[in-house]
């Protein structure tokens, strides 16, 4: 429940390929930043992915498991404190922004034996940097979430309409929280 305003779900991908056979894995984007603990042939690792500029294609091979912890669309703004737009299409250590400390909970992450169990250690390393929450944020994840549950709005001038903000003021809220255009 702490983590609610902030977290819409956790993911869990596990998988063993024959060496000779890997997997090539795509994946629609959505406008969500993820923090993802990977374990695979190459080591362990939290990574913090941005919102993708096109669909996201990963290729598998030996195996691997990863959890993700998916951020509501505004969600990881008060983690971060910067615009999530610097974010976009970049991938980058998850110790950039929670210090060394990560590494600790990657190892437990990625240990664990079960799905819950690897999300029940990511969360409480999360509850560990709880932020304030952030009503424009929150206020931008209303606003990605109705345009997804109403598939009638495919122009920014509805979400204005709907909204009662200017275009230019949903594109910098936009690029400030979501990290991508409302387009």
């Not at 993820?34 to 990574?47: K, T």
């Not at 560990?128 to 001038?157: C, L, N």
Request: overall charge negative; aromatic content about 12%.
């Amino acid at each position: 429940p702490v983590l609610q305003p902030f977290v819409e779900h956790y993911w869990a991908v596990h998988y063993k390929l024959p060496e000779e056979a890997p997997y090539t894995q795509t994946v629609l984007s959505f406008p969500n930043v993820n923090l993802s603990f990977e374990q695979d042939d190459d080591g362990s690792r939290a990574l913090i992915y941005g919102v993708p500029r096109r669909t996201f294609v990963r290729e598998l091979k030996g195996s691997g498991r990863v959890l993700g912890v998916k951020f509501r669309a505004g969600g990881f703004y008060p983690f971060y404190g910067s615009q999530v737009a610097m974010l976009t299409g970049a991938i980058i250590p998850a110790a950039s922004l929670f210090g060394d400390e990560i590494e600790n909970c990657l190892d437990a992450v990625v240990n664990a034996e079960a799905d819950a169990a690897m999300a029940k250690r990511a969360e409480q390393f999360l509850l560990g940097y709880v932020p304030a929450r952030d009503s424009q944020a929150e206020f931008a994840h209303s606003i990605v979430q109705f345009t997804m549950d109403d598939r009638a709005i495919s122009k920014v001038e509805q979400l204005s309409e709907r909204t009662g903000l200017s275009i230019r003021q949903i594109q910098r809220l936009f690029h400030k929280y979501v990290g991508v255009s409302p387009k």
